[in-house]
């Protein structure tokens, strides 16, 4: 796991529903992917269950969950001052 996905999740476990919430409203995001952001990092349930709730494969979860990572990262680094460090091949590993 890379420092950029561990510093999301303790995000996650440290922010507040109005941190959510302003993510929410200022990241765009498809509708599938809204669905996958809830499940994975509000709800905190594994690629599998989100996989097979939606009828779609684990490698298709995992995709998306990168592309949410990207927004997430500029989104957290242009509001919270997140990293220096531009976005880097590292934000694109699993999680």
Known sequence: MSETVR????F???????????IRENIVLSE???RIFDMYYIKKQGRGF???????????ISS???QIRIKLVKFLRK?????E???SDSVLESP
């Open 7 to 10: 510093r999301i999740n303790n």
């Open 12 to 22: 996650f476990r440290l922010a507040s529903k109005s941190d959510i919430d302003r």
């Open 32 to 34: 599938r992917q809204c």
């Open 50 to 60: 989100i996989s097979d709730t939606l009828f779609t494969s684990q490698s298709t």
């Open 64 to 66: 998306e969950l990168k």
């Open 79 to 83: 509001e919270c001052d997140f990293s």
């Open 85 to 87: 460090k531009p976005v």
